[in-house]
């Protein structure tokens, strides 16, 4: 990679607004309550904080159905909030990166009702409006939130494009005028100092001509997403996008991918610098998905983990930059789903999963609560859960018999994103320090034990051992620059790989067994000393033979 960049030094900490921290008691996050926490943050030792969307909404989808780009939503404050947010977060150090959602926007936002509102409005064609075929869709697309991808508009007989939700209706990016309307606003937002952005399915911003029908899945629906996700003009619209914002400003940006592959991302986060600086891909996110899409109880093997991040730690190499991330909005704690969550070993899985990631080469992002280990929610009922993704999957999955009520409970109480978006915790009060009020969504009763306040007065937590990580990555550039090799590919208990630069070796070995495991050193190294940088177990020496015991992860540097 040619010129070294700031956001590949950095570390990413994702904030959910709604979940952080409550300041006015009403039972929702708030941006006051994000400031209130900056501080925690610096401590961590992150640089760059991505907030999810904080902008109005009839949150439909929490926050991702937009109805006023340049407005804050109101349970979260005001734009004073905002700014002094801003403001405090640069006087520590800290970067700002917003949530960029422009793929569709709410159908309450002003430009979709005037779009509704007949066939000659001057904003018709901001959105995707066709013609039903024989009384029925235009074509047979299922929404990724269930049901038809299409609405029927009885007012003017046509039907609108949703990829999502009914209430997200997909902008028509053909339209030149929606591209400068999404350009100016991006502009205003950085020139208010915002440092980057994360852009939402960016990916499907390019859908097909015609809009043919897709191949029909297990609902029934056809798959839209050969025809959306990287679709004919997508890199186009990103190099415009890229000319006309980005260049002028500073920024970290990284694109949400979905269906993204290596040969893809290359065009996105080419080392160019024409698009983006980064992608989100999901290969390693969706192997233990299934023709039920992601709804059971399957558990990643960890041979195809190491393929799958390996593919990408060498495809991108000095063409691109890989994002590193287990956790995020979207999707279970990862140390629920690939770690271990029982109090015997919570801890030690927590430290090595973030091991194993941090060590990798890329930019790592850090998902709110992850430094302390939380875990997936102990659902009770399918009343408790808030997406709607979750809300619409039990329904349809139970409707259609697809799985009995039992199982659909089961496999969407496991994969849920509700599981994300369980409060913070805090400390062991009162709704975990939240807030003083009744929460939106249910706090895990696990609270008492897992939280800030007692993990920040415990030097061995979790909590502390980021803070070492992340320090390390700002005194050693091979963790940032060096050059990625798999070992032990056929391995089912043990990920361990090497960062060579220069004369330098950092060999990152990962126990992802319950049980122990034998590692042998690699024979190049056998005459070598070397340092350990980092234990979960608090390892001392580095021999020849190691006996790891459950979970076990360890980094050994070799100059």
């Not at 430094?371 to 009770?380: A, I, K, Q, S, V």
């Not at 798999?486 to 049980?515: G, H, K, W």
């Not at 070598?528 to 190691?546: D, F, H, M, Q």
Request: charged content about 25%; glycine content about 8%; overall charge negative.
């Amino acid at each position: 990679m040619a010129e070294k960049k700031w956001w590949q030094k950095s570390v990413v900490y994702q904030i959910y607004p709604r979940s952080f921290c409550d300041s006015n008691g009403d039972g929702i996050g708030d941006l006051n309550g994000i400031s209130s926490k900056l501080e925690y943050l610096k401590e961590l030792g992150i640089d760059v904080i991505w907030l999810s969307p904080i902008y109005q909404s009839p949150n439909d989808d929490m926050g991702y159905d937009i109805s006023d780009y340049r407005a804050v939503m109101k349970e979260f404050g005001t734009m004073e909030d905002y700014d002094r947010m801003l403001a405090k977060a640069h006087s520590l150090g800290l970067k700002i990166m917003m949530d960029l959602v422009v793929n569709h926007t709410s159908d309450e936002h002003p430009l979709f009702v005037e779009s509704r509102s007949s066939k000659d409005n001057p904003h018709r064609d901001f959105y995707i409006w066709r013609d039903g075929k024989d009384g029925k869709a235009p074509n047979n697309w299922g929404s990724s939130f269930g049901g038809s991808a299409w609405e029927y508009d009885e007012a003017t007989d046509q039907y609108y494009l949703h990829l999502f939700s009914k209430k997200q209706p997909d902008l028509n990016w053909e339209n030149d005028a929606v591209r400068k309307w999404v350009y100016d606003m991006m502009t205003w937002w950085c020139d208010k100092g915002i440092d980057g952005f994360r852009m939402d399915v960016i990916s499907l911003i390019s859908k097909v001509p015609g809009l043919p029908d897709g191949e029909v899945g297990k609902n029934g629906y056809g798959i839209f997403s050969p025809y959306c996700a990287n679709g004919p003009r997508v890199h186009e619209y990103l190099q415009e996008m890229n000319r006309e914002v980005l260049s002028k400003y500073d920024l970290i940006t990284v694109g949400e991918c979905s269906g993204v592959t290596v040969e893809e991302a290359k065009k996105y986060a080419s080392s160019s610098g024409e698009e983006l600086n980064m992608v989100f891909q999901f290969e390693h996110m969706d192997l233990d998905g299934g023709e039920s899409f992601k709804w059971n109880h399957d558990k990643i093997r960890l041979t195809k983990l190491k393929e799958v991040m390996s593919k990408w730690q060498t495809g991108l190499e000095g063409k691109a930059w890989n994002s590193l991330y287990w956790c995020n909005h979207d999707q279970p704690r990862m140390l629920s789903r690939m770690g271990n969550d029982s109090p015997k070993y919570r801890e030690a899985s927590a430290k090595m999963l973030a091991t194993c990631l941090h060590m990798l080469k890329g930019t790592p992002y850090v998902y709110q609560g992850e430094e302390l280990g939380m875990t997936n929610y102990p659902f009770t009922s399918p009343n408790e859960f808030r997406d709607i993704e979750s809300i619409n999957a039990y329904r349809e999955l139970t409707e259609k018999e697809i799985f009995s009520r039992k199982d659909a409970f089961d496999y969407i109480s496991y994969k849920s994103r509700d599981n994300a978006r369980t409060p913070m915790q805090w400390d062991d009060g009162p709704q975990a320090g939240f807030t003083t009020g009744s929460p939106w969504i249910a706090v895990n009763p696990n609270y008492t034990q897992i939280n800030a306040k007692e993990q920040i007065a415990r030097k061995d937590s979790v909590f502390h051992y980021y803070r070492k990580l992340i320090a390390l990555r700002r005194q050693y550039d091979i963790i940032v620059y060096g050059d990625y090799g798999l070992l032990l590919p056929d391995s089912e208990e043990i990920y361990a790989y090497l960062r060579t630069r220069e004369e330098q070796a950092l060999l990152v070995v990962c126990s992802f067994s319950e049980q122990e495991t034998v590692y042998e050193i690699p024979g190049r190294f056998a005459e070598k000393s070397g340092t350990v940088l980092l234990s979960n177990y608090g390892r001392k020496e580095i021999s020849a033979i190691l006996t790891l015991k459950p979970y076990e992860c360890a980094v050994f540097l070799y100059e």
